[in-house]
């Protein structure tokens, strides 16, 4: 079992940054994949970015790409999420997820993931 904790979120500014972390405990000797999803009041869970175990794979949603960066430190057990330019459409309730990676393939589904944090609220006023 794997738990995660995600933390850094808060209310910003548009065009403001935020840097949320995701804190990973338990079996996490084990490569895994990390990623963020998103859930905006009366919407679905979707998609925000992924990275693969060694850091050299990372996927974005297209309405992120190019403001949003994920990363990871493994010998902390901790991944992040750098947001910048952030727009009232970023508000939402971040989460943070892993699964074990057991090949070259980064999961952008929800059904991709065993483990899954709490979630942290980020809004964004305009």
């Known amino acids: 079992q794997v738990q995660l904790e995600e933390s850094g979120g808060g209310l910003v500014q548009a065009g403001g940054s935020l840097r949320l972390a995701c804190a990973a405990s338990?079996?996490?000797?084990?490569?895994?994949?990390t990623a963020w999803f998103r859930q905006a009041p009366g919407k679905e869970r979707e998609f925000v970015a992924a990275?693969?175990?060694?850091?050299?794979?990372?996927y974005y949603a297209d309405n992120v790409k190019g403001r949003f960066t994920i990363s990871r430190d493994n010998a902390k057990n901790t991944g992040y999420l750098q947001m910048i330019s952030l727009k009232p459409e970023d508000t939402a309730v971040y989460y943070c997820?892993?699964?074990?990676?057991?090949?070259?393939?980064?999961?952008?589904?929800?059904?991709?993931?065993?483990?899954w944090g709490q979630g942290t609220q980020v809004t964004v006023s305009s």
């Open positions: 338990g079996r996490t000797f084990s490569p895994y994949v």
């Open positions: 990275i693969s175990w060694s850091g050299g794979n990372t």
């Open positions: 997820a892993a699964s074990p990676q057991y090949s070259d393939y980064v999961g952008r589904n929800l059904y991709d993931y065993t483990y």
